[in-house]
């Protein structure tokens, strides 16, 4: 994880029609100007490519932890992410671990929520993965 506080407000625009129900643990959408980085699907092995668990919410955990390292890469913080795609295998898994899921999330990425996207996949390529994410972030000028 980065060493900037993934608790800072976000740099960018909220999109959110007043008279739409409140989003929960997403956005609808960001408005954003600066350097864009793409991070390619990432997955809950560690830096050696070893699956260090098969657990949905620690390989959910893992796979954040990965994306804000390859931000940092970029030097970018947690809070300039914009979007995030969820492939999961098992719909059901993450929506009965809901509350640990998001317990994970906020361990990493604070209480910053992008605009988000979930899939549920018949398979990934790697056969222990259970979840691979994408990410992009909008690094402010």
Do not use: C
Request: proline share 5%.
């Amino acid at each position: 994880m980065s060493e900037a506080s993934p608790h800072q407000p976000s740099p960018h625009q909220l999109l959110h029609p007043s008279h739409w129900k409140a989003a929960s643990g997403y956005a609808n959408g960001f408005a954003a100007s600066g350097r864009q980085v793409f991070i390619g699907g990432q997955i809950g092995w560690n830096a050696q490519q070893v699956f260090e668990t098969r657990d949905l919410v620690e390989q959910i955990r893992q796979t954040l932890d990965n994306i804000v390292t390859i931000l940092a890469e970029a030097d970018g913080r947690p809070e300039h992410l914009v979007r995030l795609t969820w492939y999961v295998k098992d719909k059901h898994e993450y929506l009965r671990r809901l509350r640990e899921v998001g317990g994970a999330y906020r361990s990493v990425l604070g209480k910053h929520f992008p605009a988000m996207t979930m899939v549920q996949v018949a398979d990934l390529v790697e056969d222990d993965a259970q979840v691979e994410i994408e990410a992009t972030a909008v690094i402010p000028d």
